[in-house]
């Protein structure tokens, strides 16, 4: 017997759900670190312009930047992720209103067939 061999086995095996759960968060991270990235690089981009800066004040100007250009990504992903939520509600109803739709015009269809269906039985 080997050590792996005592290992307890795992009694609870994780459903897909928190799998997907997980690889969300790990998105989510990775999106938010390559936007802290970009505004980092943005920020460098900007403050190489201003070639009299000092550097405290070249690495201060950067700092601001990159905080401003990070709140202005965090706002546009927060804008887009609510109008994300309203369309998916809009589509939502539509469909339900389509469903319905679609089912009482087959049970209209079934309707008139079962009718005309005793009406050719009777006659």
């Known amino acids: 017997m080997t050590a792996m061999d005592e290992r307890p086995v795992r009694a609870h095996v994780r459903p897909a759900a928190d799998a ?6 790990i998105e989510g991270h ?4 390559a936007a802290r990235a ?15 800066l000092s ?3 070249r690495a ?3 700092r601001l930047y990159a905080e401003d250009h990070l709140s ?15 369309l998916r509600a809009e589509y939502e109803e539509r469909y339900r209103v389509l469903r319905r739709r679609v089912l009482a015009g087959g049970l209209l269809v079934a309707g008139v067939l079962v009718g005309v269906g005793t009406v050719l039985a009777l006659a």
């Open 20 to 25: 997907d759960t997980l690889i969300g968060e």
């Open 30 to 33: 990775l999106l938010a670190e």
């Open 38 to 52: 970009e505004s980092r690089a943005a920020a460098q981009r900007f403050a190489q312009r201003l070639d009299w």
């Open 55 to 57: 550097p405290a004040e």
């Open 60 to 62: 201060e100007v950067e």
């Open 72 to 86: 202005v990504t965090r706002q546009a992903w927060r804008h887009i992720a609510g109008r994300c939520l309203d």
